[in-house]
């Protein structure tokens, strides 16, 4: 009976060894496949003059140049015209 338990530890423990799921970390992309940034009016029109109450819209053009998997993620920048300033 002694022998069955062993042969089935190492058993186990051999196939946990080889099937433990690996840990990686996810990849930031950051901004790297970002080709253009404009901030636009409400109406899609590329601009920089605003008002202080204006609607604005910012547009990001992007193309994947590498294979992304679930869990990577990407950094978007905001640009300087929106940062608020304490």
């Not at 423990?13 to 970002?34: H, M, Q, R, V, W």
Request: glycine content about 4%; aromatic content about 12%; hydrophobic content about 45%.
């Amino acid at each position: 009976m002694n022998k069955k338990w062993l042969v089935f530890a190492i058993i186990f423990l051999l196939t946990t060894i080889f099937f433990i799921p690996k840990a990686e970390a996810a990849t930031d992309y950051g901004s790297k496949f970002f080709t253009n940034i404009a901030l636009q009016n409400q109406n899609g029109e590329d601009t920089s003059n605003f008002k202080e109450n204006s609607k604005v819209r910012v547009a990001y053009d992007f193309v994947i140049t590498e294979p992304v998997v679930s869990g990577e993620t990407m950094t978007l920048t905001i640009p300087e015209q929106l940062k608020l300033i304490n």
